[in-house]
């Protein structure tokens, strides 16, 4: 049956005009995506300066070293020469230091000099280990990050030529440039892997879903233009704000995400129109005007979550922010323009391509039926379900409140990647030697009263038993400016290292150069830029969950007329990421998932990990709320009492609320099986959050819940009835029993 009025609101219209202007819609969605390419390409997307992530007073301190003239990373490479029965003593140890030196020192003598301060521990005893087994060769890279990894595979050529001439020792080279370059292009091809795998993954569940190849195709390449389309776009505000150069993996996540789930609601609704007995322009209209109004609530909904990143003062937060907003933006638009068009275009052509035995099962009805038995007991024992499933979400996030978040290090990288054997080596033997804190001082260097000051810190930290040699003093050109290399106890960004970090500004500095007049320091390096960055996040965390909450508190509120639904989704969308925040914190920070997942516990969650997924999961949470509650104020609006309303609502809106999780659950999973400890954490609580959303949340609490409030679910103060009235569509009310026609 038609409705008794066409619906006027923005996303019917859109649909409406887009059916009716299928080649306009369709092939102007091309021209925007290919021109967002051209103009992507020939604009350049510009990406943060690594010499730009620092905040707090380790920023302050690279900005020191940039303006006196020092690299921020100043690119050091270090040569271990190692030996379980040798010491430095031992002329075969030293020749193989004698070697390594002679191997590397071409690339500091010729006129085209690709490394400097080339340091051999024959000369600089505190480059020896305490058991004299170690020894260390130390060079600087030229030029900054991207000129280092150049020229630095002629370096490593060189130094493995004298590793294999000393079978008996051990001889590996690690350091910024040769470290940075095989792990990154080992991060790059893994991610890239991860894209590959999500999209084969995509189209097998959207084909068990529609039971069709042009049905499943559909969904998945509107998602994938809208990503194309949006990497190119991102080119233009890059200029601004430039943007972190991981940006393209989460556009991805988000907007295969976003785009599948947007098509797949609005496809899933005109299949059932059509079903129905509604003509093909009918059943578009029905569905433009009912799941594309609940597609652009959600689609804004989601984008004001992710505008919460940029709130939070980190520069690839606000780039995050920003690049999933336009991603989000763009797939919406896209799901309420082309869909349409291409399905008028289509018709029933939309279900060629049939794959008989899923298509049998889908036209069955199987997951309805599934469903059904599932929310009849909810529905018939509300409060034992509210219960029971708040229970359980509790239970699930109780761990969150001893979350502890650390950058990772090393640690977090596997043994097998290429030279992390060599760092774990060197740290092992050089503790803090391959990410040392930097000392940075503005002053007049050569002045007895600083001269001192240097004297005294370098005393004071060997004191201290936090800190170890080598210490290492560099002084700019112009004497204005002074960066000291302090190695810090432990691995970098666990506790012990902070806690050397804490002395090391808190006690030594003001005790030695803090005593300078006129004299101005900093600590900068890795363990000081990670602390002072899990600072900032820990600060602007409260100031992004309030933006997120208050802003998604007031849409729903607009979107649906009650004061009720919209806190309840609130705190429902709370309850799914603190359970998968608990998830998070049992598996990788007390560890009970290392054998399962492969990796080795650092004792924390990435540091930018409870933010990030804060307004992804929230944003995507809000993707099934808005779609199934839309759905059920449809019914009620039709005139079904609440509880029917909650039944046919679940019930016509639950197998797609299932397929979409699936296909999120999947491709997210994939990051869980990355060797870097951080995308498992990411892939982990994405998937975890979304899975529980998807089923105890949406298919037992919201409908319990909702049961249990009768009809104070639509409750509205007087004092807000002039709040606008989002007009829905008109019709007859579906048959109470639940059935999908209408």
Known sequence: MSPLKPSNNLAARMGRWSASHWKTAVFGWLAFVVAA????????????????????????????????????DPQTEFVLIQSETLTVSDPEFRAAIE?????????????????????????????????????????????????????????????GKVAKAHPELYVGEAGSASSGKALDAMFNEQLKQAGERSIPLTLAVLLVVFGALVAAGVPLLLALSAVIGTMG???????????????????????LAVGVDYALFYIRREREERAAGKGTRAAIEAAAATSGRAVLISGVTVMIAMAGMLFSGDKTYLSFGIATMMVVGVAMIGSLTVLPALLSRLGDKVEKGRIPFLHRLRRNGGESRFWGAILTPVLRHPVVAAVA??????????????????????????????????????????PGGVTPAMVVIEADVDSPAVEAAIADIREQALASGEMSGPIQVDVNASGTAARISIPLAGKGTDSASNAALETLREEILPATIGKVE???????????????????????????????????????????????????????????????????????????????????????????????????????????????????????????????????????TAGTVSSAALVMVGVFSIFATLPIIDMKEMGIGLAVAVLIDATIVRAVLLPASMQLLGEWNWWLPKRLEWLPRIEREAGPAPAPAGRSAQ
């Open 37 to 72: 390419v051209v103009v992507g390409s020939m604009v350049g997307q510009k990406n943060i300066d690594p010499d730009d992530y620092g905040v707090g007073e380790s920023g302050r301190g690279d900005q020191i070293l940039k303006d006196a003239g020092f690299q921020i």
């Open 99 to 159: 070697d390594v030196v002679t191997a590397v020192g071409p690339f500091a003598n010729s006129a085209t000099a690709t490394i400097d301060d080339l340091r051999s521990p024959l000369v600089h005893p505190d480059q020896v280990s305490n058991d004299r087994h170690s020894a260390i060769v130390q060079f600087e890279m030229k030029g900054d990050y991207d000129v280092a990894i150049a020229s630095i595979d002629a370096i490593t050529t060189a130094t």
């Open 233 to 255: 776009l991102l080119a233009l505000p890059s200029h601004l704000v430039p943007m972190d150069e991981n940006v393209s993996a989460v556009v991805l996540l988000v907007g």
């Open 389 to 430: 499933s708040a229970a359980v979400l509790v239970a699930l996030a109780l761990p969150a409140f001893g979350m502890k978040t650390s950058q990772t290090g090393f640690d977090g990288i596997p043994a097998s990647a290429p030279t992390v054997q060599t760092i774990h080596r060197i740290q092992d033997s050089f």
């Open 518 to 652: 006129g004299a101005n320091y900093a600590v900068t390096g890795q363990t000081a830029a990670s602390a002072d960055a899990n600072a900032l996040l820990k600060r602007s965390a409260p100031l992004v969950f309030a933006f997120v909450l208050t802003f998604a508190f007031i849409l729903l509120l607009v979107s649906f007329r009650s004061v009720v639904i919209a806190a309840k989704a609130i705190v429902l969308n709370l309850l799914s990421v603190g359970a998968a925040y608990g998830v998070l914190v049992v598996t990788f920070q007390h560890g009970w998932g290392e054998g399962l997942l492969d990796f080795q516990s650092n004792g924390g969650i990435a540091f930018w990990l409870p933010i990030f997924l804060f307004v992804i999961l929230f944003g995507l949470s809000m993707d099934y709320h808005v779609f199934i509650l839309s759905r059920i104020r449809e019914a009620y609006d039709r005139g079904l009492s609440t509880e029917e309303a909650v039944r046919h609502g679940i019930k016509t």
